[in-house]
């Protein structure tokens, strides 16, 4: 780890427009890509979170004072892969009652089913497509995160403005029948929703 450290300290000396670090593991990391960032370098990196909004509690976990967490983030971007359902032999299936409204589905849309077929190794699924959540910053979430941090004032605020989210993203996929409410729940549900 000390080598990468050094490494990016030399880049930095050059004085580049853009920065790529692979992925941010550790606090010293952290801290090199906080210090860039907040100098005028476009920095990006990987970080392990369950979600957009966990990067900030994550990076605040790793030694990242919070006003400097909120000076150096712009954007984040949290995906997840979920699987396709079969385009061969997906089944029709309308919400029928209140069983899937806990999830935000309605009563009568119109959802598909995974099966399993000959073109598909009998699964129901083929291939994967992508979920996003994407926290684009603005003065309002910077203030919140400088006197918070990560809280629920933070969640409020990206859910009345129409942050997107994972769970968003998903519904969006299994009500155009591209993959299943299963995959729904997987993909989105080991996620903390406020």
Known sequence: MYIILIQISSILRQDPDFIMIGEIRDEETAKIAVRASITGHLVLSTLHTNGAMATVSRLIDMGIP???????????????????????CKLEYKVMNEEFEHLGFKRGQKTYSSVGC????????????????????????????????????????????????LKDSCKTLVLNGITSIEEFVSATYSYNFK
């Open 66 to 88: 919070s006003y400097l967490v909120a000076d150096s983030l712009v954007v984040v971007l949290a995906q997840r892969l979920v699987r396709k359902l079969c385009p061969y």
């Open 118 to 165: 000959n073109k598909c190794y009998e699964t129901g699924y083929k291939g994967r497509t992508v979920i996003y959540e994407l926290l684009e910053m603005d003065s309002n979430h910077r203030s919140i995160i400088v006197r918070n941090g990560i809280s629920d004032e933070l969640w409020k605020y990206c859910n009345e403005n129409k942050s997107s989210s």
